[in-house]
């Protein structure tokens, strides 16, 4: 899940105490670590990417995501992050189909602390678990890896009943699976940059 570093366009909290464009330039160096990361995988033929954008016209989509070297891109589209989130499950569903892939991790690209063994772990542990949440410093999540058997039948309880963009996501979507025998697990906890303090506390 991406959004394009354009001048005041991006981490508006930031910019704040950095500015716009320092601001968006830290947005592209953290997105560009997230797909290195991710392509160091895939080239391994571990995974496969789809990067999901906001903030740009079909277009510029289809560039900037081919100056990044990946094949397959879409509109993330409107609503809040869940409904973006399961509109992209149903967009990869044919693919994933078609190329047996049970798993779909979605990854944002706010994490400049993101290591190749993040998701090597979590398509280990999703052998074992339903659910795999990356815990973030602001009460979300910095990563959600998702089994075959909460795509195919319980899709709906990872993105309902979530106050996004608050301190409480996590434990929202945690809530939502109380009354299941579906299984999570957490990843290390890791900080999300959003604000000048973030920064100041991965130091």
């Keep these: 899940?991406?959004?394009?570093?354009?001048?005041?366009?991006?981490?508006?909290?930031?910019?704040?105490?950095?500015?716009?464009?320092?601001?968006?330039?830290?947005?592209?160096?953290?997105?560009?670590?997230?797909?290195?990361?991710?392509?160091?995988?895939?080239?391994?033929?571990?995974?496969?990417?789809?990067?999901?954008?906001t903030g740009l016209g079909k277009k510029n989509c289809r560039r900037w995501s081919k100056e990044l070297g990946i094949k397959k891109f879409n509109l993330q589209g409107k609503g809040c992050l869940g409904e973006r989130m399961k509109r992209q499950i149903f967009i990869n569903k044919k693919f994933c189909t078609q190329n047996k892939i049970k798993n779909i991790i979605f990854i944002g690209t706010d994490l400049p602390d993101l290591c190749h063994l993040d998701i090597l772990n979590t398509i280990n542990e999703l052998k074992q678990n339903d659910l795999i949440l990356g815990p973030s410093n602001d009460g979300g999540y910095w990563l959600i890896g998702l089994s075959e058997r909460i795509l195919s039948k319980h899709l709906n309880l990872p993105f309902i009943k979530i106050s996004w963009s608050k301190e409480n996501v996590l434990q929202n979507t945690i809530d939502n699976f109380a009354t299941t025998d579906l299984k999570y697990k957490f990843l290390d906890k890791k900080i999300d940059i959003d604000t000048i303090i973030d920064i100041e506390n991965r130091k």
């Design 1 to 53: 899940m991406a959004k394009w570093h354009g001048f005041g366009r991006c981490k508006t909290r930031l910019s704040k105490d950095i500015g716009k464009s320092n601001s968006a330039k830290v947005q592209r160096v953290m997105t560009n670590h997230t797909i290195s990361v991710a392509k160091s995988l895939q080239k391994i033929k571990i995974i496969d990417i789809s990067i999901a954008i």
